[in-house]
């Protein structure tokens, strides 16, 4: 009866390591889809920001080239 209780109880632990081991890899997962998601979000903002500095820059000129203060 114990022989029989502790391969139970071996299994059980087995499952529950198993358990943990995948939540950890949901986790890892997620955790990278969310790293992903943000720096292709951060990227984004850089082009867009880029894009403005570069439109005010020739906004600039063009008031450089009219006089325009």
Known sequence: AEYSQFIARKKRVK???QEDEQQEEEEARR????????EKAIAEASL???DLEQ???D???VDEDLNIE
Not at 31 to 38: D, I, M, W, Y
């Open 15 to 17: 499952e529950e390591v």
């Open 55 to 57: 439109q005010f820059s």
């Open 59 to 61: 906004i600039g000129q």
């Open 48 to 50: 867009t920001i880029q």
């Open 31 to 38: 955790t990278r889809g969310e790293r992903e998601a943000r």
